[in-house]
């Protein structure tokens, strides 16, 4: 009898689970730009910028064009971080785009990206790995910088992974993001898969989404600043929402400390959590969940995530972002 009821509770815990299932992508953790309406006159072209730009504190000065040059962009603090190997500085022609253009010399990344800076290395390398052999791909097609960071990994040798995988782990995740809770957010726009804030503070509500935004839009779009991080705004209650299903599971999950451990600042090869991008942290979630993320490690992650609803994913993301790296 008792273990007929065992039974009946497992397949009710399913069902409940699986019609919980986040269905759509989350759109506002892919952020993908509307497309242009039919007919709709071509965006005239600004004239190229080419006057020279500086930083507070630094002693180098670029154009726009070489602060986005991908076989060598902008390295606009030497002196915050070790000497890079090549292919983080210079990348490798034709297909392998220096590390340093999308997650910045320091490893820290912008949420379009992924934070590479202290992850465990035999991890990162088995993302690469991952990356190589179809294992680990982006569940909204459309997220076109995942498509490139795939073509990279497949253009790199081992000892270029293995470099790369050993620079960045050699530097320590520092706070990069502050979370905040909030209704209503700056008003935005989508560029490269980023949201912008407009000019003329205009606001607008929140609703169930996480915004995560450049604390500067200019230094970071346009100067690529490294030092400047990102604010993330999250909805009322959800990081207490988040801590319940983290640290205890809430029914639906596994705790999470039991692996990232108890600070979820990484245990072993197993990455840390805290303080990262809640944007890219749910896209990973949400992808692991539809098997575009599927690597052998990944097995590890499966069932964590499939009874969870999106809204489950963004309190997690609120809450583990929210917590000091
Ligand atoms: C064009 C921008 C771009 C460049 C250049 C780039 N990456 Fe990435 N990288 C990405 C994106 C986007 C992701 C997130 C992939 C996803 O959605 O799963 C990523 C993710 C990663 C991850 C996974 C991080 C994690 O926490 O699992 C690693 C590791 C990585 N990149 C290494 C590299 C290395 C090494 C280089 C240089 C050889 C590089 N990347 C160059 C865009 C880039
Ligand atoms: C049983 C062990 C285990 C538990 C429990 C676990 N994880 Fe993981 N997690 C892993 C492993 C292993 C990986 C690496 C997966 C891979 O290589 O694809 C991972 C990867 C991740 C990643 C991707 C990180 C990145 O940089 O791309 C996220 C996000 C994540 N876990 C979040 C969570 C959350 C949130 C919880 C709790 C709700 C959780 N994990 C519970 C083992 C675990």
């Known amino acids: 009898m008792k273990s007929t009821f065992g039974v009946i509770t497992i397949v009710a815990f399913v069902f409940a689970a699986g019609v919980s299932l986040a269905a759509d992508p989350p759109a506002w953790a892919y952020a993908i730009a509307p497309a242009a309406p039919a007919g709709a006159a071509p965006a005239t072209p600004a004239p190229p910028d080419t006057s020279v730009k500086h930083l507070?504190?630094?002693t180098v000065e670029f154009t726009r064009a070489q602060?986005?040059?991908?076989?060598?962009?902008?390295d606009w603090y030497p002196g915050d971080h070790p000497k890079m190997p090549d292919v983080v500085a210079h990348g490798k022609r034709p297909d392998v785009r220096a590390c340093s253009l999308c997650h910045y010399p320091n490893g820290k990344g912008r949420p379009?990206?992924?934070?590479?800076?202290?992850?465990?290395?035999s991890y990162f390398i088995q993302q690469m790995n991952d990356m190589r052999n179809g294992n680990r791909k982006s569940a909204e097609p459309r997220k076109a910088n995942t498509n490139v960071m795939i073509t990279i990994a497949k253009g790199m040798t081992e000892d270029e992974i293995k470099a790369a995988a050993e620079y960045f782990g050699s530097m320590k995740w520092t706070p990069w993001i502050k979370v905040m809770e909030t209704n209503t957010v700056p008003k935005t726009r989508i560029a490269g898969g980023m949201y912008l804030t407009l000019e003329g503070n205009e606001k607008e509500p929140l609703g169930q989404r996480i915004i995560e935004t450049p604390v500067d839009a200019e230094g970071t779009e346009v100067l690529r600043n490294p030092r400047s991080g990102f604010i993330a705004y999250v909805p009322v209650g959800s990081i207490k929402k988040g801590e319940a299903l983290v640290t205890k599971g809430g029914g639906k999950t596994t705790q999470c400390?039991?692996?990232h451990g108890?600070?979820?600042?990484?245990?072993?090869?197993?990455p840390g959590i805290a303080g990262r991008s809640p944007s890219y942290l749910v896209r990973q979630l949400y992808d692991m969940q539809q098997g575009a993320r599927k690597g052998p490690w990944t097995e590890l992650m499966k069932s964590v995530v499939t009874g969870l609803s999106e809204d489950d994913l963004l309190n997690i993301a609120a809450y583990t972002s929210s917590r000091n790296p």
């Open 56 to 58: 507070p504190g630094s």
């Open 67 to 74: 602060i986005s040059d991908g076989f060598g962009p902008a």
């Open 112 to 121: 379009e990206n992924a934070g590479v800076a202290g992850l465990p290395v």
């Open 257 to 259: 400390g039991l692996c």
């Open 262 to 270: 108890a600070d979820l600042k990484g245990l072993g090869p197993v």
